[in-house]
């Protein structure tokens, strides 16, 4: 890939700012105008972030409802939700 | 639980006619991951992989360690849908070992710290701000596999890396529900 840190200009950053922010689905929603990069890139760390937590709550739901239900409606139901949705 | 059915088309990767700068390994097309069929893809494979660590957990397992399992199941049945295309599903599978290697790579070279403190005597000035550095460092953590990366390439990355976990909270979500209802149901007396 092109190796060129010592020339990114204010434009390259520019670029790589409304690339992000057309990527970024909340981002394209909230309609900011120009967002610095900076506040752009804070604003998707704390996004990811805020994603692995729903994950990891997510993990401990399920792993807590797979405990709790016995083997045999357990499987029948996850078949059952496949062929349902 | 409608997703809006964006379908990836393969074609809305390029644009520009018969143009071909960018290798094969351009953009990955981020909008796969919010249809319906990758969805249900990843459903299947997660309760497979739901199934699995069911079966292979001692008795004695605890709720963190059961909790750990199903993420790290979550995680690989995400890696495989993306793929291979992306550096962060490559550096899933791959698992631990890659963090370690790449790690044992940087301290073999320069640390960060002198590089900062040669290059400002040397000929390449720094014209991005330390701040927004900091910040890609920080995004570069966050993504799995992608430290060392060019900032655009990161950026790419991170939005691939994002609508997966987008996707991979719906596909969780979607299967608590439907477990929880059922279970709630099965254990109404009679």
């Known amino acids: 890939m092109s190796n060129r840190r010592s020339r990114v200009s204010e434009e390259e950053i520019n670029r790589l700012v409304s690339k992000l922010q057309s990527l970024l689905p909340e981002t394209r929603q909230r309609g900011a105008g120009r ?48 062929l349902r949705s | 639980m409608a997703i809006s059915n964006a379908e990836g088309d393969p074609a809305t990767g390029n644009e520009g006619g018969g143009e071909r700068k960018r290798k094969r390994r351009a953009d990955p097309p981020v909008a796969k ?19 699995r660590v069911r079966r292979s957990s001692a008795a004695a397992a605890t709720d963190h360690s059961r909790s750990r399992a199903v993420r790290a199941a979550a995680d690989r049945a995400l890696a495989v849908a993306g793929r291979g295309r992306t550096r962060w599903s490559r550096a899933i599978l791959s698992g631990r070992k890659l963090k370690l290697w790449v790690r044992a790579r940087a ?28 910040k ?23 939005s691939d890396y994002i609508a997966a976990l987008e996707m991979q909270v719906r596909a969780m979500s979607a299967i608590a529900e439907i477990l929880s209802a059922a ?8």
Do not use: F
Not at chain 2, 35 to 51: D, M, N, W
Not at chain 2, 183 to 190: C, D, F, L, S, V
């Open chain 2, 136 to 158: 890609a460092r920080v995004l570069g953590r966050l993504v799995p596999g992608c430290r060392k990366l060019p900032l655009l390439t990161l950026l790419e990355e991170a």
């Open chain 2, 107 to 134: 301290c073999r070279r320069k640390p960060l710290g002198s590089i900062t403190a040669a290059s400002s005597s040397h000929t390449t000035p720094k014209s991005k701000p330390p701040t927004l550095e900091r």
């Open chain 1, 35 to 82: 967002a610095s990069a900076a506040k752009l890139l804070k604003e998707t760390c704390n996004y990811i972030r805020s994603l692995n937590r729903d994950v990891d709550d997510l993990s401990d739901r399920l792993s807590a409802i797979m405990a709790t239900m016995d083997s045999s409606s357990a499987e029948a139901e996850m078949v059952r939700s496949l």
């Open chain 2, 183 to 190: 279970g709630a149901a099965t254990a109404e007396p009679m």
């Open chain 2, 33 to 51: 991951w919010r249809t319906e069929g990758e969805q249900k893809t990843y459903s299947s494979k997660l309760i497979e992989a739901i199934r």
